[in-house]
Every structure is written in C-alpha cells, then in structure tokens.
C-alpha cells in the first residue's frame, strides 16, 4: 500500500487541478468518520429542509490528512471539512477560514468550544464529541472484565490455547499509545510545549512493551484486523473508540460488553478525547452564495433535535448542552460506561504543536520497536518533535 500512495497523491493532485468547480449552489463536504451513514442521513435531512445541496465524500482515516494538505496546496479544497479537533492546529495550511463568533449557538458546551478555539479565533464548528477509547469485550469468552492490565497473565494461557487473542487494537496508532502515557502522567502537549522526553514516557514506552512481550497484544495488528478478530470470536477484548459503539453493539448485540479502560497496576488509564468539527474553506467563505449555505448548515447541525438524532444514530455523543443533559439522565448501561468514559478523558490540544508531536512519536516509536531503548526513544521523539516545530514555527 505504501509504494501506491505516491501515485495516489500525484493522481489526486491532477484531478483536483483539472475538475471545474462545482457550481455555486452545491458545496462539498469531506469526512472520514466511521459512522459515515450519520453524516450521510444528517446531510439528506438539511438538504430535504433547506433546498440547499451538500455532498458528502467519506476518506480513509489515515489518508485525509494528507489529502487535505495536498488539495489546499493545489487550490482545489472542498468547500467543508469535517475533522478531528486535533486538525485545527494546521488551519493555515490547511487554509481554513475562522468561523464568525455569532454562527455560534449559545446552547453550545464550554468544553466543546475549546476543541475548535486557536489563536483567539474559532476555525470550525463542533458536530460531536468524544472520540474516547474504551474497552470492549465478548461475554460468550469473559464472564468479568479486568480492572487491571495485569489481570491478563492468568487468563491469556487458557485464550491462547482455544485460538483467541486476549485483547487486540491497533498497536502502531499512536493514538493508543497515548492513553499508556497519560496513565504515567505525561502528555505529548503542555501547554503549547511537546513534552516527549520526559520520566512518563519512558514508563509508557516500557508498559507499552511490556504487553506485547506477554503476548496480550498482538503487535502486528492493525485497525481493520482488530475489529474483525472480535466481531468474529477471535479476540476477548477489544480496544476502540465510540466511534465505533454503535456498530459493535448492532454486530454483537447481547453478547458485547463495555467497560472501563483497566488499571495499569495501581494507575488508572486516561483515554484523549476530542471532537469532530466541520471547518471551511477560505475560498468557500469568500462566495456570498456558498457562505449563506454554510452558515445555514452550521445552524442546523447544533440544533437540539439534530444533536438528539447524531446521538440516536450513532452514539456519537453531543456538543448541545440540553441534548447532552437529555442523554445523560436515563442511559442504557452500556452508554453509561461511555458516559463515564468520557468525563475521565483528557481533552486532546488543538496547536499544532499536537500535529508535529504525532508525527514525532511515531517515527520513535518505530525505533522503540526496532530495539531502540525507552529513554533513547523518548529523547528521539523530542528532537525531532523540536526540528520539526522549528522548522513550522520560523519567518
């Protein structure tokens, strides 16, 4: 797949330097979240109520980055971008236009207005929050789930034996890693200043071997495979965000349980969190036409009863204050663990200090993996994240 991507990029950069543009009454939305049918059936809805016209292009999470970045540099960027909060820290690259502070509706949650604030200006608007971390598992092949990672060395010979894999995750995103770090209390961002070499990374890094070495994890395992092993039986627990909640609930149903993220010994574990926010181009905002139809969009999707129908859809948790309450006084007992989940998050930066950390940890990562030791490691990530922040940062 990585020896393609060059063409992709190349193919991708002569389309969007070649395609007309869309005409000024229909916009285009691109997104990568997994519930793509909630965007979907939100899109169909404003359009069926405004007699306006949105498209929505759904991307591979790992690519829309960089397609992003790419399309800004050849002039051909959507008109709206949903995106992880963490993606407002490149809004000048991503040449995103700030959103006026009155298209915001006072109903809106403090927290939620953090994620999109930067520079004293808001560069997107929030749709859903959440984007936690949470443990799952199969009931048919877990009678109780662990509070403890260590709890895992007294069940894993028997897993092991009937072919199960005792947790399963992406072990390469570094996504994960991060709630390692955060257990240890450390943080890839503070307070505007990448913050890698530090004492908790280091524990992190260790911890984070140390589940491979006892074969809790399957270090090779990737996002899709990950999710497919316990749809199928073949894992007892799995790591994943809410993103996901809904489809593993509607693929397990009474089988699926959700539970906390456990312990590391004594330390409990703190999953980031974010949200999801639509941001717009500059070149979108200048059209008075196109404008008009964004902030009509905008409206729509911070209205309770919009908010009320992402969570019903998806379980993709509000940024509407009377929305969230409404949820939050009778839920089901899984969302209840997902509620709990999520007011024990840290919430994710939004400077690009966030992004270069990002890039940084997984270049040192793949070091750590080749032998390279903890603090080695740790020390490695900063100079980079350093290069790379001077690099952004200088006239």
Not at 101 to 119: G, Q
Not at 195 to 222: F, G, H, K, N
């Amino acid at each position: 797949m990585r020896k393609k991507r060059p063409f992709y990029h190349l193919l991708l950069l002569c389309l969007l330097s070649c395609c007309p543009p869309l005409r000024a009454q229909e916009l285009e939305l691109w997104h990568s979240q997994q519930a793509g049918y909630v965007i979907d059936q939100v899109i169909a809805r404003f359009n069926q109520e405004s007699g306006h016209r949105v498209r929505a292009l759904q991307f591979e999470p790992d690519k829309i980055k960089a397609d992003i970045l790419l399309a800004a540099q050849a002039k051909g960027l959507p008109d709206l971008m949903l995106v992880p909060s963490d993606f407002i820290g490149l809004y000048q690259q991503m040449r995103l236009s700030p959103i006026p502070d009155e298209w915001f509706s006072s109903e809106l949650m403090n927290n939620a207005l953090h994620y999109v604030t930067l520079d004293a200006r808001r560069w997107g608007m929030p749709m859903m929050q959440g984007n936690h971390l949470m443990l799952f598992y199969n009931k048919a092949l877990v009678s109780a789930p662990v509070t403890r990672w260590q709890q895992l060395a007294a069940i894993t010979p028997a897993l092991k034996a009937k072919g199960v894999y005792p947790v399963s995750w992406p072990y390469n995103d570094m996504y994960y890693f991060a709630a390692f770090l955060h257990t240890f209390g450390g943080t890839p961002v503070s307070k505007g200043h990448i913050t890698l070499d530090t004492p908790a990374m280091v524990q992190a890094l260790e911890a984070y071997r140390t589940v491979a070495s006892e074969q809790w994890i399957d270090p090779d395992c990737d996002y899709d495979t990950a999710l497919s092993r316990f749809n199928e039986g073949k894992s007892a627990y799995l790591i994943n965000g809410d993103w996901a909640f809904n489809d593993l609930v509607k693929n397990m149903g009474d089988q699926l349980g959700v539970a906390l993220l456990p312990s590391w010994q004594t330390l409990p574990m703190y999953s980031m969190s974010g949200a999801y926010v639509i941001t717009a181009s500059r070149s979108a905002m200048e059209e008075k036409e196109r404008r008009d139809v964004i902030q009509a969009l905008l409206a729509f999707i911070q209205r309770q009863d919009i908010q009320q129908f992402i969570y019903q859809q998806g379980a993709l948790l509000p940024v509407n204050q009377q929305a969230f309450t409404t949820i939050s006084r009778h839920p089901t007992p899984l969302t209840k663990v997902l509620l709990e989940q999520f007011t024990a998050t840290i919430p994710m930066p939004s400077d690009s200090a966030m992004s270069i950390a990002w890039q940084a940890m997984e270049k040192g990562f793949e070091r750590f993996k080749e032998g390279l030791g903890a603090p080695e490691t740790a020390r490695y990530m900063q100079q980079l994240a350093d290069q790379q922040y001077r690099q952004v940062t200088s006239p």
